[in-house]
């Protein structure tokens, strides 16, 4: 199975400053079958990006996805209050579907 | 708007088996392009995809969990079911149900709330 690394563990920011978060894949994700995924404690997971760089539905844009093959990026330009969460990347390109464990974004 | 609302009992016992059912709302389970889905987190820890079915009953399973995993879904309830047998402390987790968009490729694109199952005697 895939293996997905995400870096760092936690990134301590203030409200308007850039995030730059990483994944990154024990072996090349195929067609770019890439998600991220919003996700406060109590709450409903939400699909953010798919397809590597693709918007979901309702998602501002502020979030940006990039990258292919094995290494992923996640951008939220400028951090708003509700953006503090943990972000998940999953790849969906080969079975079993995986998910990274997380990159935790908190208030500095 | 898509909703999916998780139900089943929150304790289970050691070696019992641990049932779920995941109730769909504004929209139907039998919508084509779509696999229904079942994903839990262990207490601290990150996502695991447990598996999932079409609406013609054809479902996958993670290889981890093969053996003791069944996905069922009831098309004329517009809910599917998951059942855990043989269950020990390690099944304790968060238990979501979820939508795949197979169909557009767009990943898991609707969650429920979860669930909190917690296997002791």
């Known amino acids: 199975e895939i293996v997905l690394t995400q870096s760092p563990g936690t990134l301590s920011l203030s409200p308007g400053e850039r995030a730059t978060l990483s994944c990154r894949a024990s072996?090349?994700?195929?067609?770019?079958?890439l998600a991220w995924y919003h996700h406060k404690p109590g709450q409903a997971p939400r699909l953010l990006i798919y397809?590597?760089?693709s918007r979901a539905t309702g998602i501002p844009d502020r979030f940006s996805g990039s990258g292919s093959g094995t290494d992923f990026t996640l951008t939220i330009s400028r951090l708003e209050p509700e953006d503090f969460a943990v972000y998940y990347c999953?790849?969906?390109?080969?079975?079993?579907?995986?998910f990274g464990q997380g990159t935790k974004v908190e208030i500095k | 708007q898509v909703q999916l609302q998780e139900s089943g009992p929150g304790l289970v016992k050691p070696s019992q088996t641990l049932s779920l059912t995941c109730t769909v709302s504004?929209?139907?389970?039998?919508?084509?392009?779509?696999?229904w889905s079942w994903i839990r987190q262990h207490p601290g820890k990150g996502l695991e995809w447990i598996g999932y079915?079409?609406?013609?009953?054809?479902?996958y399973y993670n290889p981890s969990l093969k053996s003791r995993v069944t996905i069922s879904v009831d098309t004329s309830k517009n809910q599917f079911s998951l059942k855990l047998t043989s269950v020990t402390a390690a099944d304790t987790a968060v238990y979501y149900c979820?939508?795949?968009?197979?169909?557009?490729?767009?990943?898991?694109?609707?969650w429920g709330q979860g669930t909190l199952v917690t296997v002791s005697s």
């Open positions: 072996q090349s994700v195929s067609s770019s079958y």
């Open positions: 979820a939508r795949f968009d197979y169909g557009g490729k767009r990943g898991f694109d609707y």
């Open positions: 397809g590597a760089s």
């Open positions: 999953q790849q969906y390109g080969s079975s079993p579907e995986t």
């Open positions: 504004g929209g139907s389970i039998s919508s084509g392009g779509y696999y």
């Open positions: 079915i079409y609406n013609s009953g054809s479902s």
